[in-house]
């Protein structure tokens, strides 16, 4: 079944790239007793035959809207996830194929066109949500895949490199040919950057996202029961005590990013790295009140303002998900039994 799927999917390609020998090569590494993420997605030309060559695998595909792509797809296993996508722009065919088991990450890279092919393979491993080894190689070819010879891709990794962990293109390639002295502060680097990029770039949506109401203290146990070690403990209490002197209300409504980034950073995810920001709701008699918390490593902030329950209403409106939970809808005072 899997092998007739899997050649299903590739006769939506165009001719140039299934009869490339590197290709066929790279498609033949990928096991076949794979099981499918999300929808396998194809252009509408290649939806539009399945729809009468293949009608029962039909609701295993969806049709791309980039106009660029050819083809995206997820399979997992039962010990690591594989990504493939395919793009064609200017005339060039990239390709990327993605595998990753939690401890280690490969990607090659292949570009495909009418003068030459270039191929790039990515190695990372990981360890707690460290990247501890990062190794990266470039090789062109002609068309009868005879090696280019002097190649110098030394900007190129180091670009990727730069891109990778927010650092200057100036100072990419000593840190890359010197990363196992330097890992720990290039993660930690990177990691602060992504936090801060996260809060950036966050849809309305995500900010206004919200979990069930509960009560600060069941907040603290819930984490206090994952904690391992004393450390993490003196982090909960930390966060938990400057909240409690500023949000003086027992229940309160947490945005989900806020409470995974806290819960990330005191159970060691992010390398005692915390730059977060997201919202707690409390509701009084007649409002509500709008806490706008910022939390790092060495600080909390917490700003206050006082809502209507009308715009309270319409913040909640606004969170992805939100209207699944009862309990937020009651707090809220959008229950359908009122």
């Given at each position: 079944m899997n092998k007739t799927l899997l050649n299903l999917i590739l006769a939506t390609l165009p001719s140039d790239i299934l009869k490339d020998l590197f290709f066929q090569n790279l498609i033949n590494t990928i096991d076949l007793d794979f099981k499918i993420c999300g929808k396998i997605n194809v252009n509408e030309q290649s939806l539009e035959a399945l729809k009468i060559i293949a009608p029962h695998l039909l609701n295993l595909f969806d049709k791309i809207t980039n106009k660029d792509e050819l083809l995206n797809l997820c399979f997992y296993y039962p010990d690591k996830l594989l990504f493939l996508s395919i793009t064609k722009k200017n005339n060039n065919y990239e390709i990327t194929l993605k595998t990753t088991n939690g401890t280690e990450t490969k990607i090659v890279s292949f570009i495909l066109n009418n003068q030459l092919k270039k191929i790039k393979t990515t190695t990372l491993k990981h360890e707690l949500g460290l990247i501890t080894d990062y190794k990266s190689a470039i090789y062109l070819y002609d068309n009868s895949y005879q090696k280019i010879k002097d190649q110098k891709h030394t900007e190129e990794i180091s670009t990727d490199f730069a891109n990778l962990f927010f650092i200057p293109q100036s100072l990419s390639l000593f840190f890359y040919l010197n990363f196992h002295k330097y890992y720990k502060e290039l993660n930690k680097y990177r990691l602060f950057k992504e936090m801060e990029l996260e809060i950036l770039t966050r849809p309305i949506n995500q900010e206004y996202e919200l979990l069930e109401p509960m009560k600060i203290s069941a907040l603290k146990t819930k984490i206090h029961y994952l904690t391992t070690n004393e450390k993490q403990r003196e982090k909960?209490?930390?966060?938990?005590?400057?909240?409690?002197?500023?949000?003086?209300?027992?229940?309160?409504?947490?945005?989900?990013?806020?409470?995974?980034?806290?819960?990330?950073?005191?159970?060691?995810?992010?390398?005692?790295?915390?730059?977060?920001?997201?919202?707690?709701?409390?509701?009084?008699?007649?409002?509500?009140?709008?806490?706008?918390?910022?939390?790092?490593?060495?600080?909390?902030?917490?700003?206050?303002?006082?809502?209507?329950?009308?715009?309270?209403?319409?913040?909640?409106?606004?969170?992805?998900?939100?209207?699944?939970?009862?309990?937020?809808?009651?707090?809220?005072?959008?229950?359908?039994?009122?």
């Amino acid at each position: 079944m899997n092998k007739t799927l899997l050649n299903l999917i590739l006769a939506t390609l165009p001719s140039d790239i299934l009869k490339d020998l590197f290709f066929q090569n790279l498609i033949n590494t990928i096991d076949l007793d794979f099981k499918i993420c999300g929808k396998i997605n194809v252009n509408e030309q290649s939806l539009e035959a399945l729809k009468i060559i293949a009608p029962h695998l039909l609701n295993l595909f969806d049709k791309i809207t980039n106009k660029d792509e050819l083809l995206n797809l997820c399979f997992y296993y039962p010990d690591k996830l594989l990504f493939l996508s395919i793009t064609k722009k200017n005339n060039n065919y990239e390709i990327t194929l993605k595998t990753t088991n939690g401890t280690e990450t490969k990607i090659v890279s292949f570009i495909l066109n009418n003068q030459l092919k270039k191929i790039k393979t990515t190695t990372l491993k990981h360890e707690l949500g460290l990247i501890t080894d990062y190794k990266s190689a470039i090789y062109l070819y002609d068309n009868s895949y005879q090696k280019i010879k002097d190649q110098k891709h030394t900007e190129e990794i180091s670009t990727d490199f730069a891109n990778l962990f927010f650092i200057p293109q100036s100072l990419s390639l000593f840190f890359y040919l010197n990363f196992h002295k330097y890992y720990k502060e290039l993660n930690k680097y990177r990691l602060f950057k992504e936090m801060e990029l996260e809060i950036l770039t966050r849809p309305i949506n995500q900010e206004y996202e919200l979990l069930e109401p509960m009560k600060i203290s069941a907040l603290k146990t819930k984490i206090h029961y994952l904690t391992t070690n004393e450390k993490q403990r003196e982090k909960l209490n930390r966060i938990i005590n400057e909240i409690s002197k500023v949000i003086d209300k027992e229940e309160i409504v947490i945005s989900k990013l806020l409470f995974e980034s806290i819960l990330k950073y005191i159970l060691d995810f992010t390398q005692d790295m915390i730059y977060t920001s997201g919202i707690i709701i409390t509701k009084e008699y007649v409002a509500f009140n709008h806490y706008k918390v910022t939390i790092t490593a060495l600080d909390i902030i917490i700003n206050k303002s006082i809502i209507t329950p009308k715009e309270a209403q319409e913040l909640f409106l606004i969170g992805k998900n939100n209207q699944d939970k009862p309990h937020l809808e009651e707090f809220f005072g959008l229950s359908k039994t009122r």
